[in-house]
């Protein structure tokens, strides 16, 4: 009797290893924003919304997104996205069309899984650069970070984000903002209300269950092979 649990014990022991290592294997990845990669490379990389700029880092996707014409049924989302290197972070930044009010803007950074699968946002760094423009909607006495999984440009951005509010010193360095509530997600759009420098966002890739059904009939097959020899 004790031999049977002592080998169903270590089959067991050898499943819950297996599970282990593969959930050591979903590392957290940061986007870094790094010179030698951050640039638009059509063998890398694709932007799903437009033909903007993107690239590749640490198995996901980075697309610069720019939408134009925001609140109205002509919006869209422009080719023209592109990024604002500055010392490996991202000098992410809006504008507004001076001749055309109508012409209402929003810039930012859409993140997509390479394979497509499923990650968590954990956190990013975050800068206030200036604060003399708001987009429409929102005021320069207080930012916001904005975050969503989706975002529909013929609707006012007011109300389909996720709002973090960083205040409007600009003199402040870099902080980071932990993140909660965006799990289990295949793309994220991550924008802000003023001028904001962004680095280091740190996601993480969700495993699939496949995979670790996988591992689980691995070890059980390991298991009863143990107990036939014994």
């Given at each position: 009797m004790f031999k049977k649990l002592k080998t169903t014990g270590i089959g067991c022991f050898a499943t819950l290893a297996m599970l282990l290592v593969g959930s050591a294997e979903?590392?957290?990845?940061?986007?870094?924003?790094?010179?030698?990669?951050?640039?638009?490379?059509?063998?890398?990389?694709?932007?799903?919304?437009t033909k903007a700029e993107c690239f590749m880092e640490k198995g996901f996707n980075v697309a610069a997104f720019s939408t134009r014409k925001i609140g109205t049924n002509e919006?869209?989302?422009?080719?023209?996205?592109?990024?604002?290197?500055?010392?490996?972070?991202?000098?992410?930044?809006?504008?507004?069309?001076?001749?055309?009010?109508?012409?209402?803007?929003?810039?930012?950074?859409?993140?997509?899984?390479?394979?497509?699968?499923?990650?968590n946002l954990e956190s990013l760094d975050y800068q206030l650069r200036n604060n003399e423009r708001a987009i429409d909607g929102y005021t320069t006495d207080d930012t916001k970070i904005l975050i969503s999984t989706t975002f529909d440009p013929t609707m006012p951005v007011l109300g389909q984000f996720t709002e973090y509010s960083i205040g409007n010193d600009i003199s402040s360095p870099?902080?980071?903002?932990?993140?909660?509530?965006?799990?289990?997600?295949?793309?994220?759009f991550i924008s802000s209300s003023g001028d904001v420098n962004f680095d280091n966002i740190n996601l993480t890739p969700v495993p699939e269950p496949t995979?670790?059904?996988?591992?689980?009939?691995?070890?059980?097959?390991?298991?009863?092979?143990?107990?036939?020899?014994?």
């Open positions: 979903a590392k957290a990845a940061t986007i870094t924003f790094d010179a030698e990669i951050y640039t638009s490379d059509v063998n890398t990389c694709s932007s799903p919304l919006a869209f989302f422009s080719e023209t996205g592109h990024f604002h290197a500055r010392n490996s972070y991202e000098a992410q930044h809006f504008s507004s069309d001076s001749e055309d009010p109508t012409n209402l803007r929003l810039l930012g950074v859409f993140i997509t899984s390479k394979n497509g699968g499923e990650f870099f902080k980071t903002l932990s993140i909660e509530g965006f799990e289990n997600i295949t793309q994220i995979s670790i059904l996988a591992l689980l009939a691995l070890g059980t097959f390991g298991s009863a092979s143990i107990l036939k020899r014994k």
